[in-house]
């Protein structure tokens, strides 16, 4: 049997009790989940501080000396404390316990040199460690000791019952020595000589006991290629099973709407990137699988044009096709642009949102089901059990990040074979997480904007400079631009959100007076009617301004619309903020956007900021955000699972993750069921692990 799958509590020093608490507490329950808790950190112990070169630091330092007296000091309340002086040659200190004292107080040995470890803090003139941990010297020298001590996760729980990091690592090192350090090598040889990897015993020794800084990085190095290597073999390894597996609807026939359109009616020329990508997304509807693809584009990069020639492409074949937006007011403007685009093409078109009226609803799932509707736009209505299709061949999802991932799989089920299905994004992922949570989903990337666009030129002002932007707005709408006036609206604060809103809304009518000047208003308190009334009239250009909270953030189009002003631009994320920017500039005109902030800016506020004034694209800002927020935070709890890394770190660790995508790549192309008798180890590994971890299902 293989060693590291006993209990933990057989190992020697741990027992029924402390194993107890190791599973409950740090998920380990045999040897192998003890040998992959790696250090959090590492603590130099390379240097011994004098009792005299002490400062309230707060950091953690290592004293060697001896222990003269040692007292219990009452508290009051039945409450007492073990107190110590602890003295070197230059001068004593006090050494504190709370808990344990009476095993302390018999186990201490006084006069005896000590090194002990832990932070100080100063009280008057007298520095004191609580709770230190303590070696006698003459252990201390024979121990086996290395100049990076790790600093293993723990809890409070794990620290009270008096597991502390000194108790993990004795249980490590009992690891090591009950399993003789012989751990095998999972990567095949040739990788290791290829990427200079250290072996894997050298890279877990290293890990836990580090013998010196160059060994430390380079068993971090090897440990955080493994584990991401693992996941991208995984991932592509499903994504290979999937395209084999599930046979797609074929769609083989380019026919006479795809051409007519293409060849009459295109109201532009396509971009290159929007070409290549109708190119890919051809590729994998007339290959033999299903298509599970993500399509990102910045805003405005012409994503709609593409959804609409891939629904053409199943109308051609014979099939249906549906296009969910998270909005109404998107899904509106989307069945507007699909219709107009497709006007002088012979297919039928409609709407369901949750304000479809119920006649319109009943014509509407009747010609779904007797095959006479080619295309259905609409929001989560479409995802009723009530709207059934005759035959769905491709489902496009746009600005997927809205939708769970239970939604998308219920689209999935509304056939007995799956269709194709695209996903849209406007917020560009970060190309890391992309490729680990999405890594098993194809990528295509519109990263290209219509010509003729100028670059929004984005700037960064107090409020104290309101009157000058004013003025700024006066002059844009003096030339016929139009204007946003954005606030935020954040849940916890909607009350306090709409009086700002309101505030803001009077001072601007106020400032840009009737007859002169004429605004709309959209927040979330309004009745659909009236929202899209307001829009209208502003889209119309009816009015100069338009007043909103963020209900404009997705899909609004109003090519004359050259101003977005961000007030409280502060209480924004960067993906919101530039999802915002990305209303203007959908014209020829220069666009302008306007970050209006107070004076008083948290360092994430500034950095915001700044971002959004160097740079447009939506990639950079992106990776800035993951940066800010961390993985869990962009993707949503339940799609963090995949990121619960044990070493790797998905910011950090950018490049080591494009390595290990490359290489799982390679592996795959050459041998992908890992076959070859160089990848035998690799292969038990990959089963293993496959067993314990499973990568969140996109498809599910
Ligand atoms: P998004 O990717 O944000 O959904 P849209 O599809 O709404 O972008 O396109 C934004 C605007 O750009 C629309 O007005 C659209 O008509 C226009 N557009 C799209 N592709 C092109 C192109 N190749 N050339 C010129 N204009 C284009
Ligand atoms: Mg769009």
Redesign the pocket.
């Known amino acids: 049997m293989n060693l590291l799958e006993t209990p933990i509590e057989y190992l020697k020093g741990v027992g029924p009790q402390r194993g107890d608490l190791l599973r409950k507490e740090l998920g380990i329950h045999k040897y192998a989940d003890l040998l992959n808790l790696f250090p959090n950190r590492y603590i130099d112990r390379t240097r011994y501080y004098k009792i005299n070169e002490l400062q309230n630091s707060n950091s953690e330092v290592q004293i060697v000396g001896k222990i003269i007296n040692i007292k219990t000091v009452e508290q009051g309340k039945g409450r007492s404390r073990l107190v110590a002086t602890f003295v070197d040659d230059t001068g004593q200190m006090e050494l504190v316990w709370f808990q344990g004292q009476k095993w302390i107080r018999e186990s201490i040995k006084i006069n005896i040199p000590y090194v002990i470890f832990g932070k100080v803090t100063q009280f008057g003139a007298t520095y004191n460690m609580a709770h230190p941990e303590m070696e006698l010297l003459e252990e201390h020298k024979a121990s086996l000791r290395s100049a990076m001590q790790p600093v293993y996760p723990s809890t409070e729980k794990l620290g009270n019952k008096g597991i502390s990091n000194k108790v993990i690592n004795k249980m490590m090192q009992q690891l090591f020595v009950e399993t003789q350090a012989l751990f095998s090598e999972t990567l095949p040889n040739y990788l290791l000589d290829e990427l200079k990897l250290i072996p894997k015993n050298a890279a877990l020794f290293n890990i836990h006991f580090p013998k010196s800084q160059d060994l430390l990085a380079k068993a971090q190095f090897r440990l955080k290629f493994e584990e991401l290597f693992f996941i991208q073999l995984q991932l592509i390894t499903k994504n290979l099973i999937r395209k084999h597996k599930i046979k797609g609807l074929p769609f083989e026939r380019v026919g006479e709407n795809f051409t007519d359109f293409y060849n009459n009616h295109l109201?532009?020329?396509?971009?290159n990137a929007?070409k290549r990508v109708l190119k890919e997304i051809r590729n994998d509807l007339g290959s033999n699988a299903q298509m599970n693809r993500l399509l990102q584009?910045d805003?405005?990069?012409?994503?709609?044009?593409v959804a609409l020639m891939c629904m053409l492409l199943a109308k051609d074949n014979g099939f249906q096709s549906c296009l969910m937006a998270p909005t109404e007011i998107l899904a509106n403007q989307h069945f507007n642009g699909i219709t107009e685009l497709a006007k002088e093409l012979n297919i039928s078109i409609k709407i369901l949102t949750g304000s479809t009226k119920t006649a319109d609803r009943k014509i509407i799932h009747e010609a779904l089901e007797n095959g006479s509707l080619d295309i259905l736009i609409g929001t989560h209505a479409l995802l009723e059990d009530k709207v059934q299709f005759h035959n769905l061949g491709l489902a496009i999802i746009d600005e997927q990040h809205r939708f769970g991932v239970e939604q998308r799989s219920k689209l999935w089920k509304k056939n007995d074979i799956p269709p194709h299905v695209l996903v849209m994004t406007?917020t560009p992922i970060p190309r890391t997480l992309a490729m680990s949570l999405y890594g098993d989903l194809d990528i295509s990337v519109i990263d290209e904007l219509?010509?003729g666009r100028k670059p929004i030129q984005t700037v960064h002002r107090y409020d104290s400079n309101r009157l000058k932007v004013w003025k700024f707005l006066k002059d844009e709408i003096a030339k016929g631009r139009q204007v946003y006036i954005v606030y935020p609206l954040i849940q916890e604060s909607e009350k306090m959100d709409y009086k700002d809103l309101m505030d803001g809304y009077e001072s601007i009518s106020r400032d840009f007076p009737l007859p002169q000047y004429s605004i709309s208003i959209v927040h979330g308190k309004m009745k659909p009617a009236d929202k899209d009334e307001e829009m209208r009239r502003f889209s119309e250009g009816k009015t100069n301004i338009m007043v909103a909270t963020t209900v404009i953030e997705v899909g609004v189009?109003v090519?004359n619309a050259s101003v977005m002003v961000i007030e409280s631009a502060e209480r924004f994320g960067l993906s919101q903020l530039h999802q915002l920017r990305g209303r203007v500039g959908?014209g020829a005109e220069q666009s302008y956007c306007i970050l209006m902030t107070s004076h008083k800016l948290s360092n994430d506020s500034k950095i915001r900021m700044e971002t959004m004034v160097r740079t447009n694209d939506g990639f950079e800002i992106s990776e800035v955000d993951l940066k800010l927020r961390g993985p869990g935070d962009i993707m949503g709890k339940q799609q963090s699972g995949v990121l619960n890394l044990q070493i790797a770190d998905l910011v950090k660790d950018k490049d080591i993750l494009q390595l290990a995508r490359h290489h799982a790549i390679k592996l795959l192309k050459d041998d992908a069921p890992m076959e070859k008798p160089e990848h035998a180890k690799l292969r038990e590994a990959f089963i293993e692990l496959s067993k314990k971890k499973t990568i969140w299902n996109y498809i599910s």
């Not at 109201?267 to 971009?271: A, Y």
């Not at 805003?299 to 044009?305: E, N, R």
Request: a positive charge.
């Open positions: 109201p532009f020329d396509l971009t929007q584009g805003v405005g990069s012409g994503k709609t044009i406007a219509p010509p189009n090519p959908r």
